[in-house]
């Protein structure tokens, strides 16, 4: 090719006699690195993957006993098993359909853990979650549905009222509740109760508080208090919270009220002076050594009027009666509406 002159760009059309480079040789080398990297990153994906199935398959909780059903007050036994098969910590948690929550502890032994649950003989009837989880090995979870026909208590407000008393040192609210167990056969247990007086205009002035020892299954308490306010109180309506801390099944008895009295006061009859009445010990061997009382005042057409507090301290063995008298927050009802009055007890019986 002497003398010659060749005109071309570089990479294109070759001269004669020069072997041909394809374009797909050249593609080849640029993405050789990329299959390299590619093919690493699945290999690493598929490891990864393995090591998951690995460990799902070392570490398992898996439950062997749990039955469908659970009775009221029975005794139910509830079993798992581990895996890696080793002492460990195992938690069962009970969530009933209420939102009650009961949680139970023990270790596994060899892989293999037990609970006794005995069923409360209030818990909600309906279905119950059984959740099991064990240091290590993961957790588990199983319905089953609790059968009773003891109902938890629900406390209801029935019924409310209250009187205002202007005094020379300020004013005091007389109020009444009548909270009744809608449960047949279920006593509440220490019942909060939470009372704001409000004014017209939704603003509170005042709370009063109080835990109330038990309403029997099946009845109605009949709680009365007071609140005292430095000035005027112009409270247009009551605001009540109650949240029940516990039950059982009815055992609750109280004494016998009877006799029930409302007297005008001594300095002043246009307001109660107080509710008095008897008491009876009808229980056939234990005694009452003392009595909480409350009452709430009715007006002649039904409607409370207000409320008081009071104890009975006399020891009564079984068959007595003594008098009582309950001054506490009745002075600020007029004693010109006052009608009627209920009489609610919670006894402490002693041998």
């Known amino acids: 090719m002497t003398g010659r002159h060749v005109n071309r760009v570089a990479g294109t059309t070759p001269l004669q006699g020069e072997p041909v480079k394809r374009a797909a040789d050249n593609r080849t080398m640029v993405r050789k690195p990329i299959a390299i990297v590619a093919a690493a990153a699945a290999v690493l994906v598929g490891l990864a993957a393995f090591a998951a199935g ?96 003891l109902i938890p208590p629900k406390i209801v407000v029935a019924d409310q009222g209250f009187s205002v008393r202007a005094k020379s040192t300020g004013s005091e609210v007389s109020f009444g509740l009548m909270l009744r167990n809608s449960s047949p056969n279920a006593d509440a247990l220490n019942i909060y109760v939470l009372v704001n007086f409000v004014m017209a205009d939704g603003q509170a002035i005042g709370t009063k508080t109080e835990v109330i020892d038990a309403i029997p299954a099946g009845t109605t308490y009949s709680y009365g208090d007071s609140l005292n306010f430095p000035g005027a109180a112009p409270v247009a309506r009551l605001e009540i919270v109650v949240k029940v801390g516990g039950r059982q099944r009815r055992l609750v008895r109280q004494p016998i009220v009877q006799s029930i009295g409302i007297v005008p006061g001594r300095r002043d009859a246009t307001w109660v002076g107080e509710v008095n009445g008897e008491l009876v010990n009808d229980h056939a061997s234990l005694n009452v050594s003392r009595t909480k009382l409350s009452t709430v005042v009715f007006d002649a057409s039904g409607v409370i009027i207000g409320g008081g507090r009071g104890d009975a301290t006399a020891l009564l063995p079984p068959g007595t009666r003594q008098v009582f008298t309950i001054t506490s927050g009745v002075d600020a009802i007029p004693w010109a509406r006052a009608a009627r009055a209920v009489v609610s007890t919670y006894a402490t019986y002693t041998p």
């Open 54 to 149: 690995a460990d799902a398959r070392i570490s398992k909780i898996t439950f062997t006993r749990a039955p469908a059903t659970a009775l009221q007050g029975k005794l139910v036994r509830i079993a798992v098993v581990t895996k890696p098969a080793v002492r460990t910590r195992c938690t069962l948690v009970v969530r009933y359909q209420d939102g009650a929550v009961e949680r139970l502890v023990v270790f596994a032994r060899k892989g293999v853990a037990n609970w006794d649950w005995r069923v409360p003989e209030v818990a909600q009837p309906g279905r119950a979650s059984l959740s099991a989880s064990c240091a290590g090995a993961g957790s588990a979870t199983r319905l089953t549905t609790v059968v009773g026909t």
